[in-house]
């Protein structure tokens, strides 16, 4: 999705003030429909949660292809199902955190929110070309994911929170692309794509945060 042609060149101010709106638009839908999946499978089991992990990531290569077809329509039709899918799949761990201690999911969300827009807006107004960034960062996920798979069989102390420092390190550079990707755009058929882009900014650092601040109470 960084690799996304739609990174390249630069739209008018028009397109882009267009564009914005209606991405962000969908960014908001996107959460909506992520919270209704979290709150109708809050009590679904772990399993069912994986499974639904599976599809959503499923539908979001759909949803790459649709964009890529220009088939806005279909695209944010899957943009839909994948955020409920989203939240189906983000229910035990809401839902856990949300029955041991409500605070935490209010501070990451706040963090959240303060880093989105601190990053975003950086990203947004920046002239400076962060495509080579966001390539880095894009790998940097990748070796970050096999640590995580590292953790799972060794011990290192404070792997969780070095585990989340280094995460939002990341994020915040793809943040910053996928926002100054969003000002470069010509084409308006690719909202739906860069809203799941920023959906997931936004979710991931959700998570890191909530890593974050549940290990500061431990």
Do not use: C
Not at 26 to 54: K, M, N, P, Q
Not at 61 to 70: I, K, L, P, Q
Not at 113 to 124: D, E, K, N, R, S
Not at 166 to 191: E, P
């Amino acid at each position: 999705m960084y690799a996304s042609p739609a990174y390249q060149g630069y739209a008018t101010r028009d397109q882009t003030a267009a564009l914005f709106a209606q991405t962000m638009g969908l960014v908001a839908l996107t959460a909506a429909v992520f919270a209704a999946g979290a709150y109708a499978g809050r009590h679904l089991s772990e399993g069912a949660a994986i499974v639904s992990w599976i599809v959503a990531f499923v539908v979001l290569m759909s949803m790459n292809f649709a964009a890529r077809r220009s088939s806005p329509a279909l695209a944010t039709g899957l943009l839909v199902v994948f955020g409920i899918l989203m939240g189906v799949a983000s229910a035990p761990t809401l839902y856990w955190y949300g029955s041991t201690d409500p605070q935490i999911l209010w501070q990451a969300g706040g963090a959240t929110a303060l880093f989105i827009g601190v990053f975003g807006a950086v990203g947004y107004t920046t002239r400076r070309d962060l495509s080579n960034v966001v390539r880095f960062a894009f790998f940097a996920l990748i070796a970050l994911l096999i640590f995580g798979i590292v953790l799972i069989f060794v011990h290192i102390p404070h792997a969780s929170l070095i585990y989340a420092i280094i995460g939002l390190v990341i994020f915040a550079a793809l943040t910053m692309g996928d926002f100054q990707r969003l000002r470069r755009t010509k084409n308006m058929s690719s909202a739906p794509l860069i809203a799941a882009s920023i959906f997931l900014d936004v979710l991931n650092v959700f998570f890191f945060f909530l890593r974050i601040f549940s290990g500061s109470r431990d």
